[in-house]
């Protein structure tokens, strides 16, 4: 019964979005049409009923109801009731669910509070939200219905994949479909204001808190996404520029770019029909990473739930949607207004590299990622790894970093740089010193340089904030700074991490010993061990450093019997300066019987990588509320 | 400098970049793109020694040693037709064991033996390597026969 509530729940909020639709397009033909007083109800109602579907979705999954074929694909009964919930979006039709419910209620939600734009902005706004999001419902009613009934239902489930029984995992997807969700909305505003032609700074500052939330929970989301692939797969490696990771990346990249000329945009009325081409770009970025992880179409060592059917359909809607906002894009870009001028030295013109860089960077990705289809197409195979995206990659990301470090310190509209003399050349000694330092440590290049750019960007970063008052000093302000400076750290971390890593790969008995790094490790045993739904063989390691007192750590190697996997639990103990990692394998074979293969690794600041994304996060947030503030006591101040 | 002017300038600008991307990105993929071989286009026409590339296939059923030092494993890797040796020094995928699929990433040594830095084995009891899904029958047919 709920299931079949739910799904006619779904089919309700896909016929609100069709009213949406046509109600936005009435206010477009004429603006007192009646039809146009539906469009904000409607879009309200279906967030409602949107969020009651995937509801009754997680309650299927709370109470593992296997009549219903996609609880009993990818749940079992057994499974920790936090993972039985994740289960409801940790698979293809459930994740569908929640990016349409996602964006149901981001739309609701404008619907509920915008007042800023011109009405009939707004309309064409969210007439092409309803637009985006029925190919979406159409896509899971037509193709990926989440509440099919399975006919007799099976005793018991197929169990969740190992690897997806993570609370890291868990938590990842809603938080990455978040922001590409955001980025829906931005594209929709966009949409919006190319249809009436209202590219304003107002326009930004709407738009603007979405596309920070969406950046928000992207670099949240990549950057939890970089920690599951480091622990969980026990490689040791932090990024693989696999196409799954580069989806999530390239998204980001506009995002950013976005961030930034919608700033300039609100701040000076300059870069209208780059912001708007942004915006397209932007969300169509995270409908090619939904396509290239849904497809399958990619040889990718994450790609879970793939049907090529599937991919098939996200390209029809990726060309309907792109095409679409390009070819509207073409149409309008030279219609709208000629916005303010700048100079090149200014805050503005740096912005400007900026986000030319960006955008290099992400075609440099998007090439990459795309390149073996092109090639397959052409009849021969190529996988790009990272001997072509990190050269090429650094080639701009390079010089980013140094607009990153320089850039915040130059003032809107017109300035020298004899004004900022001293401040430069602070940042430049930087910049040398840690060079030095890192030639005398007889660093290999790419590690050198982006040691001493993290030097410089992390000075360029706080510089901002010298002679202020700090205590008065706006959030948006302190956002930037913390951002940028997360940068720095995160830049340092990968530096460090692939300049200083040790690695040791041994097979010892029981009571023998070796060393990485400054660590020395001795297999103290080898036990068996139960959890709820796995055994394991744990390995006992007592490691110490520098002679310091022992501490045990535990790997595991994990036998599921729901579906039966094995998987091999990482050990880490984490130390102020880095990362002791330890991965167990299995039982030497034949005469050497007895003897446990054990890879460890000792990781000098790698975990600045994640402490950076965090701090990069947090720095998004502050300038949310910022702004978010300031909208407010504009709105008061308006009303009073 | 009139508005006209900077607008034109700044595409300019965002277009030069953006070829250069474009074409930096074009000649490094030719030049870097490490290539896909099942067995029988490696015995074929085998890339040179050193150069990374990629080697897929199924683990012949009885062919996997390891090393005295315990790490280091041998094995063949066959496609019905061909066979070629791999090295492998560290811990296997969870998911490799013989007669089952394999891409190892890594190159070709000297003496034909292929030294793999990397063993991508399936992720998940439905994953396949994508290349050897599409083996056509019969060769899907004769690898199986091989390596029972």
Known sequence: ???????????????????????????????????????????????????????ALLYLFAVTDLSVALVAGNSHSAKPAIFKLAGAWGNHEGSMLLWVSVMALAGGLIAAVERRLPERTLSATLAAQAWVGLGFYAFLLLSSNPFARLDPAPPEGTGLNPLLQDIGLALHPP??????????????????????????????????????????????????????????????????????????????????????????????????????????VAFSMSMIGTFLVRSGILTSVHAFAVDPERGTFILALLALYIGGALALFALRAGTVLEGERFAPVSREGGLVINNVAL???????????????????????????????????????????????????????????????????????AFGAALLAAVLAGIALLPLLGMALAAAVALGSVLPLVRRRLRHAPL???????????????????????????ERLVALRVGEETSVGPWRVILANVEPVAGPNWTALSARLAVSYSGAEPTLIHPQA??????????????????????????????????????????????????????????????????????????????????? | ?????????????????????????????????????????????????????????MVQAGS???????????????????????????????LFVEGSGVVAEGALGADGTFLATNLLAKHDENYMPRELAEMNADEARETVAETQ
């Open chain 1, 1 to 55: 019964m709920i299931a079949e509530l739910g799904l006619a729940a779904l089919w309700l909020a896909a016929a609100l979005a069709g009213l949406q639709l046509l109600g936005g397009i009435a206010v477009l033909r004429d603006g007192e049409a009646l039809l146009g007083q539906m469009v904000r109800p409607a879009a309200q109602l279906q967030a409602v009923l949107c969020a009651l579907s995937f509801a």
């Open chain 1, 476 to 502: 948006t302000l302190w956002g930037t700074v913390l951002a940028h400076l997360g940068v720095a750290v995160a830049v340092f971390g990968m530096s460090a991490d692939s300049a200083f890593t040790a």
């Open chain 1, 175 to 280: 938080v990455l479909y978040l922001g590409y969700v955001g980025l829906s909305v931005a594209f929709s505003f966009a949409v919006g204001a190319m249809l009436t032609r209202e590219v304003t700074p107002a326009f930004a500052r709407v738009m603007r808190p979405w596309v920070l939330g969406a950046w928000v929970a992207l670099t949240l989301g990549i950057t939890a996404g970089s920690y599951w692939a480091y622990y969980e797969l026990g490689w040791g490696g932090w990024w693989f520029w696999d196409p799954v990771e580069n989806a999530s990346l390239m998204p980001w990249l506009a995002a950013t770019a976005l961030l930034h000329s919608a700033g300039v945009l609100a701040a000076r009325d300059a870069l209208r029909t780059w912001t708007l081409m942004l915006g397209v």
């Open chain 2, 64 to 94: 996997l040693r390891t090393l005295p030092d315990g790490v280091t494993i041998r094995f063949t890797v066959g496609d019905g037709q061909a066979l070629v040796p791999v090295q492998f020094s560290g811990i296997v995928p969870d």
């Open chain 1, 558 to 640: 994990r036998s599921f019997w729901a579906p039966a996997q094995q998987t091999s639990e990482s050990a880490l103990l984490t130390r102020w300066n880095g990362q002791l990692y330890a991965v167990m394998g299995g039982q030497a074979a034949g005469e050497d019987a007895g003897r446990w293969q054990l890879r460890l690794w000792w990781k000098p600041f790698v975990t600045c990588i994640w402490y950076g994304g965090g701090l990069i996060a947090l720095g998004g947030l502050l300038a949310l509320v910022g702004h978010l503030a300031t909208d407010l006591r504009r709105w008061r101040r308006g009303r009073a």
């Open chain 1, 359 to 429: 955008s290099a960077i992400l075609g440099i990705v998007l090439l990459g990622t795309l390149y073996p289809l092109l090639t397959e197409a052409l009849g021969f195979r190529v996988s790009v790894g990272p001997p072509y995206f990190n050269p090429v990659g650094a080639i701009f990301f390079l010089p980013a970093m140094a607009m990153l470090a320089v850039g915040p310190l130059l003032r809107w509209r017109r300035d020298t740089l004899a004004r900022i003399r001293w401040q430069v050349l602070a940042i430049a000694a």
């Open chain 2, 1 to 57: 400098m009139q508005p006209k002017h900077q607008r034109l300038v700044l595409v300019v600008l965002a277009l030069v970049a953006l070829v250069g991307a474009g074409l930096l990105a074009a000649w490094a993929l030719r030049n870097q793109a490490s290539y896909f071989f099942v067995p029988s286009a490696m015995a074929a026409d085998p890339p040179p020694v050193g150069r990374p590339v990629r080697l897929g296939g």
